[in-house]
C-alpha cells in the first residue's frame, strides 16, 4: 500500500508530507483547492508523462517521492531482480524534475529508466478516474481478470506447458527441415570432401611433427658433407686409422711396461686405454648419425610432399591444418544426418502433431471455463451498476476465438468488456463509450465484483462520485468501503455520503503565502471530519441541520 507521499516545489505545492493508511482514505476540499495537482503529483512518482512546467515558482527542480509497504508480488521482485533494483520493502519510487524539463526516475535510490518506473508502479498502485490510462481500461488486462475471476490458475499452467512443447518442438522441425535443406543442397561437396579427407587421413599434431623432421633434415644435410670428411680422417685404412694407431702404441706401452721394474707407465697406460674407449664410441655415434642421415635425405621427399599435400587440403577447405579432423568428423556427422534426416523429420512432425493436439485441449479447456465466467462476471457486474446509476446500462464480456497463427501462451482467446450507457446504443470498449464519471462507476462496479480473486496494492479513484448524490452516492460509499476491506482505496470526493465511509480523511485548501497560492493537506480528527463534511452538505454557511445530518451519515457508517 501507498504509506507516503512527500512533495518538494511541484506546482503550488512547496513542501507536503502525506501519510496513509490501510482502507478508505478520503480527500475532499473546494473546488480549486488543489486536489488534481495531489493526483498528478503522484502520477509523476509513478513515472506518468508531464505537462508544462510542473516545477513551482521560484525553485530549480521540483520532486515527489511515493513509498510502498507490505509484500511485495513474485512477478514483481522478478521484474526488479531482473534490472538490478534492490527488491526489499518498503518500495521508494522517486522523481525529480528541473525547471528545464529534464526528469530523474529512481527505485530504492537506484537510477531507473521512465519505462521501469512505469512497468514497477502499474505493479503497486491502480488508478482510475476521468483522464484513466491506466488499469482496467486496457483491453490487455481483461484477459487477465478473467481468468483470476475464474480461477483458472490449473488450466493455465496446463496452457503454458502445453504452449512451451509446442513452440521448442515447432523449432525443433523447422531446424531440422533448414538443416536437412543445406545439407541436401551441399551433398556432392560433402560426400567429395569426405572422400577426400578419409583418403587424405590427417592426424593430430601430424603437421608439427612433419615440421619439426623436415627441419631436422635440412640441418643434418648442411654439416653432412663435413661429418663424412671428419669420419674418414679417423677411420683412414691407409694411413692407419685413429683406433689402429692408439692400439698399436698402447701395445707397445705394454711391452714397455713389463721391462719397467717400477709402475711408472701405469698412468699412461690408463690414459690410452680411456682414450681408445671414447674414440670409439665416437666413431661409433658419428657412423650412426651419418647413416640417419642418409635415411632422412631419402625421406625429405616425403616429408615435404606430405606437408604440401596437407597444407593444400587446408587451403582448399578454409581451415588450419589442425582443423581437418574435425572437419572430417562435422562432414561425416553430416552425411549420417543426411542418411537419417528423412526419419527425424518424420518423428518430429509426429510430435508437432502431437503438441498441437494438446495444445489444442488445453486452449478449448480454458476457453471453456472463460466462456463459463463471463456470464457470472457480467451478472455480478449488472448487480453492482443498477445502485451506481449506471441500471440503464449494459455490460459485457467477450470472448474472441483467435486463429491458429494468433495462438500464444493464454490460448486463442481475446477477452474486452464493453457497455452499452443505453438500451438500443451500441456497444463498444469500456475506456471509450463511457465518460469520466460513468467509466470510474463502472470500473468501480468492475473492481468490486473482482474483490475477491483479484486486488492491487492500491487503488485510487478520482471523483467515482462525481454527477450522482442520495441514494446512489451513498451506494458508491459503500461499494468503496467494501473494496477497502480488501485493498488500500484513495478517493477524492466531493459527495458526503462517501466521505462519511471514510478510515482516514484528508482536507484540502489552498492559501496565499507571500503572494503566491499553496496547496495544504490536513488530517481530520473526527471532529473536523464532522465539520468538513456538514461543509459539503451545507455550502459555505454550515447550520446545525448540516452538522446533524454530518453526524448522521457518520454514525450510520
Known amino acids: 500500500m501507498l504509506s507516503m507521499l512527500s512533495i518538494r516545489d511541484f506546482i503550488i505545492i512547496d513542501q507536503l508530507d502525506l501519510e496513509f493508511g490501510g482502507g478508505l482514505n478520503v480527500l475532499t476540499g473546494e473546488t480549486g483547492a488543489g486536489k488534481s495537482i495531489l493526483l498528478d503529483a503522484l502520477g509523476m512518482a509513478l513515472g506518468n508523462r508531464l505537462e508544462g512546467v510542473p516545477v513551482r515558482t521560484g525553485a530549480d527542480q521540483g520532486s515527489v517521492t511515493a513509498v510502498f509497504e507490505g509484500d511485495i508480488s513474485s512477478s514483481l521482485v522478478t521484474i526488479m531482480e531482473e534490472a538490478g533494483v534492490p527488491s526489499e520493502a518498503p518500495i521508494i519510487l522517486k522523481r525529480v524534475i528541473t525547471r528545464d524539463r529534464r526528469s530523474r526516475a529512481f527505485i530504492n535510490d537506484h537510477p531507473v529508466s521512465l519505462s521501469l518506473l512505469r512497468t ?31 480461477g483458472l490458475q490449473a488450466e493455465l499452467s496446463a496452457m503454458s506447458k502445453a504452449w512451451a ?37 590427417p592426424e593430430e599434431g601430424e603437421e608439427d611433427v612433419l615440421a619439426d623432421s623436415r627441419t631436422r633434415i635440412m640441418a643434418a644435410n648442411r654439416i653432412r658433407d663435413r661429418l663424412q670428411k671428419i669420419f674418414e680422417e679417423l677411420t683412414d685404412s691407409h694411413s692407419g686409422s685413429l683406433e689402429d694407431r692408439l692400439g698399436s702404441a698402447l701395445r707397445e706401452l705394454e711391452t714397455a711396461k713389463g721391462e719397467a721394474e717400477e709402475p711408472l ?56 591444418v589442425a582443423g581437418l579432423m574435425d572437419l572430417a568428423a562435422r562432414l561425416s556427422n553430416q552425411l549420417v544426418a543426411l542418411d537419417q534426416g528423412e526419419d527425424q523429420l518424420k518423428e518430429l512432425g509426429q510430435a508437432l502433431t502431437q ?55 493464454h490460448g486463442r482467446d481475446r477477452v474486452e468488456f464493453t457497455i452499452a450507457t443505453n438500451p438500443g446504443a451500441p456497444a463498444g470498449p469500456l475506456g471509450k463509450i463511457a465518460s469520466g464519471g460513468e467509466l470510474a462507476r463502472f470500473i468501480l462496479a468492475l473492481k468490486v465484483s473482482l474483490a475477491t480473486t483479484r486486488s492491487g496494492p492500491a487503488m485510487i479513484f478520482d471523483e467515482v462520485d462525481r454527477g450522482v448524490g442520495g441514494a446512489t452516492a451513498d451506494a458508491v460509499g459503500t461499494r468503496l468501503a467494501e473494496l477497502s ?11 458526503p455520503q462517501v466521505a462519511a465511509k471514510a478510515d482516514r480523511h484528508f482536507h484540502i485548501s489552498k492559501s496565499l503565502k507571500k503572494g503566491q497560492a499553496r496547496t495544504m493537506v490536513t488530517e481530520l480528527t473526527p471532529d473536523q471530519r464532522g465539520e468538513e463534511i456538514a461543509r459539503m452538505l451545507a455550502g459555505a454557511e454550515i447550520t446545525k441541520e448540516a452538522r446533524a445530518a454530518a453526524e448522521s451519515l457518520m454514525a450510520a457508517s
Open 120 to 150: 514497477i508502479s502499474d505493479h503497486l498502485v491502480e488508478i482510475h478516474g476521468q483522464h484513466d490510462d491506466r488499469g482496467l481500461v486496457h483491453p490487455a488486462a481483461h484477459r487477465a481478470l478473467l481468468d483470476d475471476f475464474a
Open 165 to 201: 512443447g509446442l513452440k521448442s518442438t515447432r523449432a525443433a522441425l523447422e531446424k531440422a527441415e533448414h538443416d536437412l535443406t543445406q545439407i541436401r543442397a551441399e551433398a556432392d561437396y560433402i560426400r567429395q570432401a569426405t572422400a577426400e579427407l578419409s583418403a587424405l587421413a
Open 265 to 320: 707407465l701405469d698412468p699412461i697406460v690408463q690414459s690410452l686405454e680411456r682414450a681408445l674407449m671414447e674414440v670409439g664410441e665416437g666413431v661409433a655415434a658419428l657412423d650412426q648419425m651419418l647413416r640417419d642421415a642418409t635415411m632422412d635425405e631419402n625421406r625429405v621427399d616425403a616429408v615435404e610432399e606430405r606437408l604440401f599435400a596437407l597444407r593444400a587440403a587446408g587451403r582448399k577447405y578454409n581451415v588450419p
Open 355 to 409: 503438441a498441437e493436439a494438446t495444445y489444442d485441449k488445453a486452449a478449448v479447456c480454458l476457453h471453456k471455463g472463460r466462456q463459463a465466467a463471463s456470464g457470472k462476471l457480467d451478472k455480478s457486474v449488472m448487480k453492482e451498476l443498477a445502485p451506481l446509476k449506471l441500471e440503464r446500462a449494459q455490460f459485457t464480456t467477450e470472448i474472441t476465438e483467435l486463429s491458429s497463427s494468433e495462438a500464444a501462451a
Open 485 to 495: 476491506k480488501g485493498t488500500q482505496v484513495l478517493l477524492v470526493t466531493h459527495s
